[in-house]
């Protein structure tokens, strides 16, 4: 897994139900690299950590995060995907 990317999407579309939020996302984040994910509201941010976290199916495209297939994911895999991936939210304050 050396030389392997931590996450990587390609052709992804990310939906929440039947919405379609995100498409076409190619993103590919490799160890050591220190990732910011910032955007106005309503943009898609959130459903693509849901993604990336297991939270949201993904239903088109490849994903693989941490050697976890995103397309073969069930609950019972989602807490181990999550041990092995470090996501720091922050609130804006006023």
Known sequence: MADQ???QLTNANIYQGNSLILSDVNITI???????LI???GTGKS????TLYGDLALREGM???VGFDLKKMDWKKVPYLRRNLGVVFRTSSC
């Open 5 to 7: 990317p931590i996450v």
């Open 63 to 65: 994903g693989q995060v």
């Open 30 to 36: 490799n160890r050591g690299e220190f990732v910011y």
């Open 47 to 50: 459903s693509l950590l849901k």
């Open 39 to 41: 955007g106005k509201t």
